[in-house]
């Protein structure tokens, strides 16, 4: 009975549902910054604040919880609700080219706590923090490539270099944003208690 109730206890408390769902909707907020700022599409690839708040998700909540948040959100959009860019949401977004970079901030989340769950220094936070981005930009960016390529309607002359050279306008942003998530994420987790 008393091992039942502990095993329970450690899978989620009410306060990691609570990060779990903040984090979500800060995912949600991130996405639809382009429907205040619509000049922030590149290539019809959104830039977004989606890659700050799911690597902030993994470095805070560690592994375990930051990518639940993570999949939950994926989640919620997937079963409709208007959290992906430019408020979409359903399940046809898989069908989407850019749906891999959603994927990969699960992925993100995950290596991002694993990392800081092995050494919590403040170099090991900004290091997890670009890892994180440069998971987002591998797999995200090949994943568009080939859904242009098999299923989705490419752009004219539409080419591998041509996705990669989408992806040059938000990098800077994101690899600025990553070193902050870094260091933001270092000083919060020691004000934020979860059970990683």
Not at 131 to 146: D, F, Q
Not at 165 to 175: A, G, Q, R, T
Request: proline share 5%.
């Amino acid at each position: 009975m008393t091992s039942n109730v502990s095993r329970t206890k450690s899978k989620f408390s009410t306060l990691d549902i609570v990060y779990c769902g903040l984090f979500a909707t800060l995912m949600m907020i991130g996405a639809n910054i382009t429907s205040f700022a619509p000049f922030l599409v590149v290539g019809g690839v959104p830039i977004t604040l989606q890659p700050l708040f799911a690597i902030l998700a993994g470095l805070v909540l560690g592994s375990r919880l930051g990518a639940v948040s993570i999949t939950v959100y994926t989640l919620l959009g997937l079963v409709g609700a208007p959290v992906f860019a430019k408020f979409s949401g359903g399940f046809s977004s898989i069908l989407s080219p850019t749906f891999g970079f959603i994927v990969t901030f699960i992925l993100s989340a995950y290596v991002a706590g694993k990392m800081v769950e092995y050494r919590r220094t403040k170099t090991m936070y900004i290091t997890a923090a670009l890892v994180g981005i440069a998971i987002n930009y591998l797999i995200g960016t090949n994943w568009m490539y080939y859904a242009y390529k098999l299923w989705a309607a490419a752009p004219e002359g539409f080419t591998y270099k041509m996705a990669w050279l989408w992806m040059v306008p938000p990098l800077p942003k994101d690899i600025i944003l990553a070193v902050f998530a870094g260091i933001f994420g270092y000083r919060l987790q020691k004000i934020i208690k979860v059970g990683h």
